[in-house]
């Protein structure tokens, strides 16, 4: 069983920043990336960033300049510090992973549930 739980989210006025986490538990036996997606009402999921284990990152460049990525192997966990938000950053957040759970796993994608994040006056 693999878990992933965003937390962070909330309503903050334009401008504003928040930090999102996603700690990710269960049987992690090798984690590979780590990212955000968001989908906003009506529209398709989006990638926001991402990291690799080996340090990659990638943005969209609609955050670039404005949101970092950042992971904490120890802990399993993988956060988005997001400034100077925009109204059009509403959207949920969704955490996502790809790990093995064990060695003889295959690779696999895991999806948390996401958490809303709400930019407005």
């Known amino acids: 069983q693999v878990q992933l739980v965003e937390s962070g989210g909330g309503l903050v006025q334009p401008g504003g920043s928040l930090r999102l986490s996603c700690v990710v538990s269960g049987n992690t036996f090798s984690i590979n990336t780590m990212g955000w997606y968001r989908q906003a009402p009506g529209k398709q999921r989006e990638l926001v960033a991402t990291?690799?284990?080996?340090?990659?990152?990638n943005y969209a460049d609609s955050v670039k300049g404005r949101f970092t990525i950042s992971r904490d192997n120890a802990k399993n966990t993988v956060y988005l510090q997001m400034n100077s938000l925009k109204p059009e950053d509403t959207a949920v957040y969704y955490c996502?992973?790809?790990?093995?759970?064990?060695?003889?796993?295959?690779?696999?994608?895991?999806w948390g549930q996401g958490t809303q994040v709400t930019v407005s006056s």
């Open positions: 990291s690799t284990s080996g340090g990659s990152t």
């Open positions: 996502k992973t790809t790990l093995q759970t064990s060695a003889w796993d295959s690779v696999r994608m895991y």
